[in-house]
């Protein structure tokens, strides 16, 4: 194959994967990974320098935005059951997460300096990760 005329990546592992960046964006892949199940979250993200594209490949995902006071302490969680094919524009700077089922593949656009320097984090506790476990249930019953 010539590679100056076309590149093609795949990732079939379990988590995330950077699949091309390229001047100033990046398209990974997310697979169901177990740290991601409802019951096991452990933070919310958000990136200071990046929209985030996500687009359902396969399987189930659910998407969670935090809306966040003054301290970083979340308010109120909304939350979206992915279609296939769809773009779902997570914007700057809100806190999000996400939790796949065991055969969930996304596809993820985002800016390629992304990473945990300009993604701040939420710890959560288990009254949160209780709601995003109430959620899970009632979006995938």
Known sequence: MNTH???MSEYDEVGYSPLIDFQSW???ILNYI???DADKIDNFQSH???DEVFVLLSGKCILFCAEVDGDNNIINIASWDMLPNKTYNIKRGV???HTLSDDGKVLIVENS???DCNSPKIIIDGTIRDK???LT???WV
Do not use: F, P
Request: negative net charge; without cysteine; hydrophobic residues 40%.
């Open 132 to 134: 995003l476990v109430k």
């Open 5 to 7: 005329l076309l590149e």
């Open 34 to 36: 177990d740290e991601l």
């Open 137 to 139: 249930s009632a979006l």
């Open 95 to 97: 806190y999000h997460t």
């Open 48 to 50: 200071n320098e990046t």
């Open 113 to 115: 300096d992304t990473s």
């Open 26 to 28: 990046r398209v990974a």
